[in-house]
């Protein structure tokens, strides 16, 4: 059974910092593309950031190229998402995701944590 947990978010003031940590289990991580979504209230979830199996490839959505940065260690089975110059506009559960396929092909996304709320506060 794949499992993944995330953890790390909470609230904090708008240009701040969260780090948010996702522990896969269940599936073979290290032949994994990961990724991270997010869904704010009212809207449907969004593509955030990707990762190559082997961290040597990322990818980000406009909005939070330059503030957010996603690695993974592959070792622990953990991919993580650093989020700096946080804007209330951020707000939102994120997930993360796993995929036996491209990093880039978001339907091949097939397996989904339960969230992590993260809230800016303006």
């Known amino acids: 059974q794949v499992l993944l947990v995330e953890s790390g978010g909470g609230l904090v003031q708008a240009g701040g910092s969260l780090r948010l940590s996702c522990a896969a289990s269940g599936l073979t991580f290290s032949r994994s593309a990961m990724g991270w979504f997010r869904q704010a209230p009212g809207k449907e979830r969004e593509f955030v950031a990707a990762i190559s199996r082997t961290g040597g490839n990322t990818y980000y959505t406009d909005s939070v190229k330059g503030r957010f940065t996603i690695s993974r260690d592959n070792a622990k089975n953990t991919v993580y998402l650093e989020m700096n110059s946080l804007k209330p506009e951020d707000t939102a559960v994120y997930y993360c995701?796993?995929?036996?396929?491209?990093?880039?092909?978001?339907?091949?996304?097939?397996?989904w944590g339960q969230g992590t709320q993260v809230a800016v506060s303006s």
């Open positions: 995701a796993a995929s036996y396929g491209s990093s880039l092909d978001l339907a091949g996304y097939e397996y």
